[in-house]
Structure formats: structure tokens, C-alpha cells
């Protein structure tokens, strides 16, 4: 499988973007899918991610800014972030597992500036 996520950039405080994922595979047999990020020198956070029945889940951070959602027929994966602060600022990760991650994809920069 192959997920290729894109959509990063720079942006204002405030500001909004739309992060995609296309993966090579129906992304509706997945188990789950979704997006982690990763700021310098920080561990590797989960912010979103969403089951194949549809069911959503939200890191503490994001909760009420980022919304998750997905494309089945386009096999694409999507994060609409907004309101972004400078601390969201990372390399974001589309991934997809069970239980737990079991691939990650190519991360793409986010950077939000002040």
C-alpha cells in the first residue's frame, strides 16, 4: 500500500489548510485511518483518526479545530485544520492499522506562523 499525503505549507496563525491522502488501496477496507504529526525534538502525537464504520477520534489539541474525514470513492483521506496556532507546526503523517499503526506515510511540513 502507498499513502501519500499532501496539502502542507505555510500559513498565518489563524489561518486554515486541508491536508489529503491519497492511498493506493480502497481506503474503506482499512480498519482505521488517520493522521499523526510530529514536531522537532517532540514524539510522535495522534491527531485525528477515523474507523471504517466511520467512527472519529481527536487528540486533546486539536478537538473543535481539526476535522477528519474521508473520500471512499476518491480513496482519499482528509485533516481540515483550523484556527492554527504556531504550535501546530510538524511534519503531519497519514497512516492507517488496527490496533495499532502498521504503515506510515510520507509526512507532509505544516508550519504556522505567529
Known amino acids: 500500500v502507498q499513502l501519500q499525503a499532501s496539502g502542507g505549507g505555510l500559513v498565518q496563525a489563524g489561518g486554515s489548510l486541508r491536508l489529503s491522502c491519497w492511498a493506493s488501496?480502497?481506503?474503506?477496507?482499512?480498519?482505521?485511518t488517520g493522521w499523526y504529526r510530529q514536531a522537532r525534538g517532540r514524539q510522535r502525537e495522534l491527531i485525528a483518526r477515523?474507523?471504517?464504520?466511520?467512527?472519529?477520534d481527536y487528540g486533546d489539541s486539536v478537538k473543535g479545530r481539526f476535522t477528519i474525514s474521508r473520500d471512499n470513492a476518491k480513496n482519499t483521506l482528509y485533516l481540515q485544520m483550523n484556527s492554527l496556532k504556531p504550535e501546530d507546526t510538524a511534519v503531519y503523517y497519514c497512516?492507517?492499522?488496527?490496533?495499532?499503526?502498521?504503515?506510515w506515510g510520507k509526512g507532509t511540513q505544516v508550519t504556522v506562523s505567529s
Open positions: 497512516v492507517k492499522g488496527r490496533n495499532q499503526v502498521d504503515y
Open positions: 488501496e480502497s481506503i474503506s477496507r482499512f480498519y482505521s
Open positions: 477515523i474507523t471504517r464504520g466511520g467512527s472519529t
